[in-house]
């Protein structure tokens, strides 16, 4: 049996940028509504929450499961038929979300692409982007250390 993995999940510039800015609008929102003594000033605060809930905080491999680490819990991912595992810096290039986060503390959620399909994204950094083809699901990841990820995963999934 082999021992689990830990991959954190740094945070590129896109993050960086896109949550700052998102989050300074939505707490220049909520002081605008609460100022006015409106009733849904509070409804930036629950937006901002609920996305860094969904955050990634890294991935650990374990057998035939991914656990991608959310704040106060963990996505589990079974990637025991896995077909292949490819670094791709390009993955999130020209991906359209179809339902998810769009880069409030996380690129997560289901995506499409021309080149993959449709997918599923726990990502941060796209520098980093790990595409994982399994028999019924393409996820795409984005751990630090590519490389590595990519090496442990083939080497700790059976059929690979």
Known sequence: ????????????????????????????????????????????????????????????????????????????????????????TEAMTGSIRTFGNGGLYSFSGQYRSGKLGFFRAYVTDFKNCVVIETAGNTIVVSPENPELFTEVLRNTVHGT
């Open 1 to 88: 049996m082999s021992e689990d993995r830990y991959f954190g999940a740094p945070w590129g510039t896109l993050l960086k940028v896109v949550s700052s800015l998102v989050t300074l609008l939505l707490l220049g929102f909520f002081i605008v509504l609460i100022k006015s003594t409106n009733p849904l000033s509070i409804v930036p605060l629950v937006i901002a929450f609920v996305c860094l809930l969904f955050t990634v905080r890294g991935y650990t491999v374990s057998g035939d499961t991914l656990l991608v680490k959310r704040l106060l819990w963990n996505t589990v991912v079974d990637i025991g038929m896995v077909r292949s595992v490819k670094i791709n």
